[in-house]
């Protein structure tokens, strides 16, 4: 099988560069659908229309209903349709990016992502996540191609909520253990091949960033102020994850979050703290030395992801969801299947229960220390 690397057309990321959208649409279509949430243009939509009446391209606003589903897919394209919208652009977070990007796919127009947060890896990807209503994991729908701009304005994801941006290193985390699982078994990844040695650097260079910059990061964000740590940790989270991800694979960390969804206490839960604890159960069931497994849990801890169920909202999960949560992440369909073993909903049942038990050992510890 073919080695394959795909990637959004233009990234930039840069502090103002929300300002420059308009500039930007008018080399790609004549009519936008902005997708943006009610509170998101509150904040920044005053910015975005400015940007718009400077370009030779005009812009038609629309409110994200809250999921990334058919229903809302279907009804966004109908407004593309119906207005003559030639270029869709998402504003926000995750959903609004999938969403965006699904209806930029049906309605065969460019897409540009927008994210005013880097919680998710998301934004580059040819790939949307689908839910159900209810929120639940429905499928992956894999377009026909990446966005056609990434813009990342740095000064509004520094004011975003701390949490966002750690969400989006839990996230990230997943980026390199997945892609390395995936090499190792020669797994097919999102772009349709084998994992290239360009897109396992960029993983690795996503771990590292994270383990060297993360704290850092998150000290800054806390202070209110937008370091050199805290562009690097974007970078991470957003370009070298998505690239990460979407060419060198998926595997346990994101079949375990696609799991978790069955348990409506996560739900208040974002994506990529699910995902941070799927990374631990993952390396659990790979067996890792304990060494690393501690780093690793460690340095959750000190960033502020959950690493144990009862952070997640789940304390009171009886052994019977919990393997209803490992079926769900087993399914045909999902990415538990790239391991380089066997797996079953068995063995992820247990090292779901040894993840939670080694975060809460770990957890204890600090405690005692202190």
Known sequence: MAKVLISPSKYVQGAGEMKNIGAYAEKS???ALVLI?????????AMIRGSFEKSECTAEFDYFNG??????????????KEKGCDLVIGVGGGKIFDTAKAVAYYAGTPVFICPTIASTDAPCSALSVIYTENGVFEKYLFLSSNPNLVLMDTDIIAKSPVRLTVAGMGDALATYFEARACQRSGATSCAGGITTEAAMALAKLC???LMSEGVKAKVALEAG???????????ANTLLSGIGFESAGLAGAHAVHNGLTVLSECHHMYHGEKVAFGTITQLVLENIPREELEDIIGW??????????????????????L????????ADTDTFHNMPFEVTPETVFAAIKAADAYGAYMKRGVADAE
Do not use: H, W, Y
Request: aromatic share 2%; proline share 1%; charged share 30%.
């Open 67 to 80: 999921e990334c589903c058919n229903s809302e897919i279907d009804r966004l394209t109908g407004i593309v």
């Open 37 to 45: 949430s009610e509170g998101g243009d509150r904040r920044f939509g």
């Open 300 to 321: 959750c801890m000190e960033v502020g992801l959950p690493v144990t169920l009862s952070e997640l909202g789940a304390e009171n999960a009886s052994d019977e969801q």
């Open 323 to 330: 393997m209803e949560v490992a079926r769900a992440a087993c």
């Open 29 to 31: 279509g004549k009519k």
């Open 207 to 209: 771990f590292d960033t």
């Open 225 to 235: 102020v937008c370091t050199q740590a805290v562009e690097k940790v974007i970078e």
